[in-house]
């Protein structure tokens, strides 16, 4: 659940997908020694992975038995869609979100390069259990201005990791509303996650992690063994 910002009541987050950019700041691409891509670049993650805000994410115990033990962090702005859409037009996309929120997608890192060096998709680093923290509240399209120009920072334990604004976003939130909804029919209460700025690292167990967001506030989250 939720906190509708300047309202009493609580949004039920209940998607019907998740879908994730992947490379969506050009600082992001360089650090990971690729280039930015030429259209958006679109992966899943799986509705088992959403916990809220002061939830802990969990650190998989598989991932030391398997010798690909990191995991890092990655601040993002979120969108939930508010209305059914196919084909949205940019300059329409508006009518079809609800609201915004702060989104944390946790990623097996090890794990992903692991899989990437085969050819495989990035599937299990992305949708393990508690990898996609969202929160603290919901503040709706009406009220967040411009969404394409939000102050974007990441904390771990007090000291930030990441910093940027959305402005700096290569796919804006119009054109990716318009682009995921050629392929793919959203639905209301679908996350649609806008991808994170450079600055990405690994995650300990105890470590504090936040992601605040310009008008949205602040989301936390403990890391914990499993």
């Known amino acids: 659940m939720l906190p509708i910002e300047g309202t009493d009541e609580k949004y039920t987050v209940q998607p019907t997908k998740i879908i994730c950019l992947g490379l969506n700041y050009a600082a992001h691409a360089a650090e990971t020694n690729r280039e930015p891509p030429k259209q958006p670049l679109l992966f899943p993650k799986t509705p088992n992975v959403l916990i809220g805000h002061e939830s802990s994410i969990i650190y998989p115990k598989i991932l030391k038995e398997i010798n690909l033990d990191r995991v890092d962090y990655e601040g993002e702005l979120a969108v939930i869609v508010g209305r059914e859409g ?3 037009q940019r300059e329409n996309f508006s009518d079809y979100v609800l609201g915004y929120t702060c989104f944390n997608d946790v990623t097996a890192r090890a794990l ?13 680093s992305k949708s393990l259990d508690t990898f996609g923290a ?9 009220d967040i201005g411009d969404p394409n ?5 990441t904390r771990q334990n007090n000291n930030i990791v990441q910093e940027t604004n959305t402005s700096d976003m ?11 909804s050629k392929f793919f029919t959203l639905y209301p209460g679908d996350i649609v996650a806008t991808g994170t700025p450079s600055g990405i690292g690994p995650l300990a167990v105890g470590d504090t ?18």
């Open 149 to 153: 120009d939000l102050h974007l920072q």
């Open 112 to 124: 992903q390069l692991h899989d990437r060096g085969k050819s495989w998709p990035w599937f299990k």
């Open 209 to 226: 992690i936040e992601v605040e967001i310009q008008k949205i506030g602040t989301l936390r989250n403990k890391v914990q063994a499993e």
């Open 86 to 88: 196919k084909n949205i």
């Open 134 to 142: 969202i929160g603290p509240k919901l503040v709706l399209h009406e």
């Open 170 to 180: 290569i796919f804006k939130v119009d054109f990716i509303l318009e682009y995921i």
